[in-house]
């Protein structure tokens, strides 16, 4: 336990940024990982001083992705991983430059805008085998861990519908056109790529009932709004779903449902049992053996499963939060990363993380989901 | 205040019913009625005993709702209204028979199994003009009316989406198969007509939909399923939602979901707002105003609309449930009956009781669903 | 099953009562009754309108309970039981006008407002045998009766702890001083007794608490305040408790906390396991064994006690709620009533029951209250 | 923003320790500080272990704290604070070493046992001037600060009842003797203080009551148990309470309430409203204006106070938790210390911060509860 901090690096993610200090925290929280190098914005001022801000040394604040990657990749005390916290469109070329030279990369998701990209990712990962971790963090909070392992333990049975929904209230005015950072990005076709609503947040329930139900989406049937007039992606889109093996489904992500701030719940009902988590009262899954009461299960408690007790820091009734779920993504790549870089197999080290896997998916699922709302809600299947 | 009770007849309802005693104890909690006559059973023998039992004199027990019919159509003292309580393939000739004769009807939902029985009733309605109410009993909850109330006053501004679900578990397993008389009717297409789940429960959910948005559902897109081995009806259903004037939604229905007693849900969301209510804490309503705080409504207190205060009893945090929305229905029906009897223009009288407007839709619905499932959830109109 | 319906006499529970309409429809829900004779008013016109209103025969409609009483107890169709809802100083005067004519009484709580009208009355019943039911009707919910089920088969161990409380926010302003007669008659010393909200609300939390553990109450340290200015009567309640065989607890009553409607809640603790009851989610039952998950019970879910099971109507899922629990305590006094009028031993025919026994023990109660509060909240017995 | 990490010491908190490491996460997350010296241990091998494992340099890994207070205030590079986590008996001492050198404090609940050494450390501290700080972490949750900005605000009216309550499951059975660490310091009297439940609980809960309502506490009337057999320090306790100008309460502590995971919770209530906060649900706060819904107020929201604003990271519906709150006294701290090292007017820096009041109210708290349970429960005051 007494290994150095790895050495991280990070692209994107300066001044106005929300999901690069997120970055920051989760990789600060369980001490496993110092900053030491950034290309922090593409506008060269604020990237220095973002970069003095956050202690990083004035000669590896770099301007630009490019010369960060090349620089690195030459240094004896090179980054061990970079984070890539910049807007989807740019993802693919980042990974690409880290890793093209050897350098583990931490990404944020939607893994990119294309399939083409997705795939010729996966090759370069598949051919090097180096480390990827994509931070689709709500798998990192213990209860959906434990909603996972419960499921794979057969307790739910054959699962028969999954129910998973994500409603957020941010964008229900045009927040874009008031020059606010986030929503211009986010509802911008040329930054976000072509899904609204179903890139941001649809992706997260997607993936998320795919980790806990351990299921692949066959199809889907989809039917997608602009609610807010001027919108030029989708802000609230419904969905049947096909499972492989037969299960069926719903999904609905909004970004325009007052009320609602962050509502991300996942619902699974097999043969023998049923669960319920939300993301915003993390601590605490409902679980409800068929002809039983339901079970309150909470974060800490006697009896969870290894995957859940591994993914806690604090006792029961202690709440933990997005951040510490955000944290264990970057404590299990550190893992990785760790056994990766003492050239040992791997083990078991990141067998719960998202990675390039989960990003073909979604990308895989956004082109589906637009696909089918063009042709009317007719089913489409995800091509791999 | 001092009108006398109204003669209250009941067809269906005898021993091993369910929704027989629910309605009588609907009828009686607000003292609006005397049960006098019945043709409870279509076994001779039960029919009798349930009519001694519940102190209907032996010459007002009948063997069948055509003598009933008859008979009571020739007393000086003949029923004001009689209550419908059969499984559904029945509703159509029994309502025929009474309103045929003059007296006003109480039925159970759905109204009936085809468009032609329901068009044909409508018919013989318009003619007439005879009282009808279809006990849509949700619709009965105060705190439901103020949801109608707040939407209608427009405090939700334009609907954007609709989201609405009635998950049970109760079918989890072939309950049919063990001669229980609630599930075997319900999953027997010969009594409960083309819907399982459907016509049971996502009727109400359908209805409920509609009575508080106002919005009338122009087509859906609907995926159903019979998880349980050997079940002849679906058993959940899934489906999208397009209404009239541009709003949007998703109905779940199911009785296979474990852990979920009766969970009938509905969230509303507008451009100004949004609000939801769960049948199972029926006495509380969150509102939503875009941008403020979330306001916990509850039942009977202060500044909610009339139609709420209306529809309640007892003082904010004495609990009502079920039986006491249910009764207003009666209740409602009571104000609706005697206006009628006593010849004057009903004025508000029942004004919000759901009828065979209610029944045609939920009838159009059930159809719709099924023909969009047998084209591939192919987007399918209600055809009234 | 087809035993002729109870007669039912009422005195008090004219225009402007809350707890007479109440008693009406929990005798009503079951049909166990009908209401026949009343005494509704010391006003005579306005007790003749009320009369009239509810379908009592004229010559049933008295003037005064004296008159009623005698008068009653001379026809062959007398009233089989009187039900008790005026303000709690006129309790023990109408209660043995009955009782010593041979008359069975349903008496609203608290019983009476001193410890000598409470012991004449228990020593009449004692002597004649009578029926008498006290109308606690919280007791009469399922899962209080779960609740007491659990303690008393050992599930909860030996219980340490008792937490009860019934904060109200009715009273936060002088709402006395406006007319409003609930207001009026419960803060005045002289028709509500010496206890305000002790006696009001105090006296079901402490009767509940007894009931669910089996506990008798030894001792309390209290201390009152009668918050809003002019008040004569206490409005905020707060003492320790300590019971016989060494548990402790906590009372609080209150009618001035905003935000509390009818806050009536119940957690025991043991050294096996605790339990929550709240008086405002009544359908639900939070059972908590140690070390292992808390456990969602809900009414009418399988697995419950008969004594829970007896006490429900309607599958789960569909609530009940205050009305219901209250019709609950007609229907049990109903068998009680007709055990005792076909002269059987009663058997277990009210064995649920609260009486004179949790009477005398209220009114204890209040006493050791205000005997403490006034010496500056020292442990004070109760004496029964 | 560039200003350089703080430099942290630690005395306590070694392998086994639970709040040492809280502490030092506490310390990571908002990045202002660095550990970097610290006697973490008395034995002198987990000592060493312990630091190498946190990255402290070999020199500056201390054997015992004196040894620290004197190295470290030689040095040129010394650290700038030092947190003090070890147990209850040794607060004093450890406080004096470093205050007497110098250097500032932050040190654990509760300040010490006895008020004789808590008098001595506030002269210290009065004659110093040096910053000091006691990690009452719960007032670091946003909407903690938001109840208290609402109370000073006067949105509650004059404060009538407070209810405070923080009840827990884990000593339910005697942990302390199988040689769980945390369980055994907490029930031994020698290391913990005179109080159990009251000094390791009980003072979260009256601290955060004064927190929230400004208000001071002036005597208890208190009953304390130890429900466990061989216990010797109190596991529960209740008491009654009236705070300086006329408002009146009760707490409860428990470590013997299966069920209560860590049940912090606190009502207030005045004549113009009504709030409820549990530690559970931090992110949530409820708040019912007399007469009016309650409303939902959630961290992050728009429309709460700059107190709450400004102790928040990420957006609303992304929950933040126990370690965030207990991050926000580190960083307010932070804001303390620089203002401190630049020998400007602290002006606002640290305002909510509790410190030597905090822990003299609450030894003084400690002492008036158990002398008033040894006066059977008389009301006793606090003596500062």
Partial sequence: MTDRRLRLGMVGGGAGSFIGGVHRMAARLDDQYELVAGALSSDPERARHSAAALHIEPDRAYADYETMAASEAGRSDRIDVVSVVTPNDSHAAICHAFLSRGIPVICDKPLCTSMQDARSLAELLGRTGLPFVLTHNYTGYPLVREARARVLAGELGTIRVVQVEYPQEWLAEALEQTGQKQAAWRTDPARSGPGGSVGDIGTHAHQLAGFVTGLRLESVAADLSSFVPGRRLDDDARMLLRYEGGARGMLWCSQVAPGCENGLRLRVFGD??????????????????????????????????????????????????????????????????????????????????PGIEDGLRNVAFIDAVIASHKADAAWTRLEI
């Fill in 272 to 353: 023998k049992g049923g669960l319920e988590w939300l993301q915003a009262e993390p601590n605490v899954l409902h679980f409800s053996p068929l002809g039983q009461p339901t079970r309150r299960l909470t974060r800490g408690m006697p009896g969870l499963s290894e995957a859940a007790a591994n993914a806690t820091r604090i006792p029961a009734g202690h709440p933990e939060g997005y951040l510490e779920a955000f944290a264990q993504i970057y404590t299990d790549a550190a893992a990785l990363l760790r056994s990766w870089l003492a050239g040992t197999p791997s083990g078991d080290a990141g067998a719960l993380l």
